[in-house]
């Protein structure tokens, strides 16, 4: 059997009850996305996206192709790592680590770990500081630092000044110095090219260097059970390459589509985990409803084609992470709903309701494998059992 989870980074569905405590009252990516930017997703609203509650900009559908339902996240945080960790069974009592600047015993251990100083240290959009910095930059050769509402180092260095194996090294350097009081979630490689007034991100040389999960996650009981586990686009990095059997780099969303429909071709025994980061890191973090609504409108084009990829006794979920509502102000990530559509063929869709934690997808994956997991989490793998192609 293969599972296919894919998750529509930031793409939420609306704020969660603890959304006052984060500054996120009344965000909505999905809703606040297509209100700014219209924009048909026929194949994603014959799932069931339009169903699940607290759902406006979309219209449900009276017999959806797809179980249907809302996460809400129990961890204290709205940060890609502690989305991830709580889908595969991690709930963190407390939040990573956020700096404003880091300290002189950081930045100190960084410069001679690289042999230059560096630039910045605040917290900044990253296309801003790079308008602000990067001229600075390219005379100087000194990485720019920065960090964000996340729990963050990002790096950020031209590749004509520093190849892409230093910028990894100083970030593998810089992860190794982020340890204990001062760990963060993520230490984030950021190459950049082109020239002051167009310089451009390249998002297919990102790395992220994440802590180690801190507790067992259903990734290690898959594998333990003998498993394939497929990480696709920056899962594996998330995990701190933990858990899998293999990783498989994307370039874009549709990229990612792509290579995780040949990762469900090869019919692997086990799970295919796909992150499609765009919408997060292209559109919500820049403010930009139309893009993020025309990105929501390729991979709805390409639903067709997994859908047929999921064979007899497979099964095929879309959740997202956090929010990241391209309409709010600043430019962080906003504390939402997941949302949570679960194929399998010919099974009707049901409504599953409010799950009380992100765990609950995790949970459903090890059951729907028949790995045992005692850890958090409530499956709902009954719902998506039995049937042939409809």
């Not at 630039?119 to 990485?143: C, F, K, Q, Y």
């Not at 586990?229 to 792509?258: C, M, Q």
């Amino acid at each position: 059997m293969t599972v296919t989870l894919i998750v529509l980074d930031s793409v939420g569905v609306g704020a969660l009850p603890d959304a006052r405590d984060f500054g996120d009252e009344g965000a909505h990516t999905l809703d606040h996305t297509l209100g700014a930017a219209p924009t048909p997703l026929p194949n994603f609203a014959r799932l069931g996206l339009g169903n699940i509650a607290g759902v406006r900009a979309l219209d449900g559908v009276p017999r959806p192709q797809a179980s249907f339902g809302r996460l809400a996240e129990r961890s204290l945080g709205k940060d890609t790592t502690t989305g991830h960790w709580e889908f595969m069974g991690i709930v963190l009592d407390r939040p990573f680590r956020t700096f404003e600047h880091f300290p002189d015993t950081v930045m100190n251990a960084f410069d001679a770990a690289t042999g230059r100083g560096h630039l910045g240290n605040r917290r900044a959009s990253g296309t801003v500081i790079l308008d602000e910095l990067g001229a600075r930059h390219l005379e100087t050769g000194e990485p720019i630092v920065y960090t964000s509402a996340d729990s963050v180092f990002q790096i950020a260095a031209h590749v004509d000044v520093v190849p892409l194996e230093t910028l990894y090294a100083w970030c593998e350097a810089a992860r190794a110095i982020l340890t204990g009081d001062h760990a963060v979630a993520r230490v984030i490689a950021r190459p950049f090219e082109g020239v002051p007034g167009a310089f451009r991100r390249l998002g297919e040389a990102r790395h992220d260097y994440s802590l180690e999960p801190s507790a067992r996650t259903v990734l290690d009981a898959l594998v333990a059970q003998g498993h394939e586990v497929v990480g696709i686009g920056k899962i594996p990095d998330i995990y701190g390459h933990r858990g899998f059997t293999a990783e498989v780099r994307s370039r874009s969303n549709l990229d990612g589509v792509e290579r995780t429909l040949a990762a469900m071709r090869e019919r692997p025994d086990g799970l295919v985990f796909t992150n499609l980061v765009e919408f997060d890191s292209l559109y919500g973090h820049r403010r930009d409803p139309q893009g993020y609504a025309a990105a929501l409108r390729d991979v709805d084009a390409r639903l067709p084609g997994l859908l047929a990829a999921t064979g007899p006794g497979d099964a095929l979920l879309f959740v997202s992470d956090h929010g990241n509502d391209p309409t709010w102000h600043g430019t962080d990530h906003t504390r939402e709903h997941g949302l949570l559509l679960a194929y399998a063929p010919g099974r009707p869709g049901n409504d599953l309701g409010t799950r009380a934690s992100f765990t609950d997808v995790g949970a459903t994956v090890a059951d729907l494998l028949s790995v045992p997991w005692d850890g958090h989490g409530t499956s709902f793998a009954a719902t998506l059992r039995g049937g042939a192609r409809g």
